[in-house]
Nanobody, 124 residues
Framework: EVQLQASGGGLVQNGGSLRLSCITS????????FGWFRQAPGKEREAVSY????????HYADSLKGRFTISSDNAKNTVYLQMNGLKPEDTAVYYC?????????????????WGQGTQVTVSS
């Protein structure tokens, strides 16, 4: 059974940092692609970043490049999202997702497995 558990969210001040973790189990980690998505109140879910641990490929939403960094620890079956320079507009529930196909994940993750969200709140 595929399981993804996101954690690391919290309340942080404008300009602060957080690191989100997504611990996975139930599948061969390095054969899958992973992504972080977020959804703010009243807004649609949006993609934040993707990683394909097998070859280290990463992608970022253009607006977040330079502030967010996605990484993985294959030995721990864990994906991370380091978020620096947080802004109030980054406030959202952040979700991790996994799919065997990076292309499908990047197309919206309709067939992906999802973890529960972790709330990130950035105060102004």
């Amino acid at each position: 059974e595929v399981q993804l558990q996101a954690s690391g969210g919290g309340l942080v001040q404008n300009g602060g940092s957080l690191r989100l973790s997504c611990i996975t189990s139930g599948f061969r980690f390095d054969n899958w692609a992973f992504g972080w998505f977020r959804q703010a109140p009243g807004k649609e879910r949006e993609a934040v970043s993707y990683i394909y641990p097998s070859d280290g490929t990463t992608h970022y939403a253009d607006s977040l490049k330079g502030r967010f960094t996605i990484s993985s620890d294959n030995a721990k079956n864990t994906v991370y999202l380091q978020m620096n320079g947080l802004k109030p507009e980054d406030t959202a529930v952040y979700y991790c997702a996994a799919d065997r196909s990076l292309a499908l994940l990047r197309s919206g993750g309709r067939f992906a497995d999802w973890g529960q969200g972790t709330q990130v709140t950035v105060s102004s």
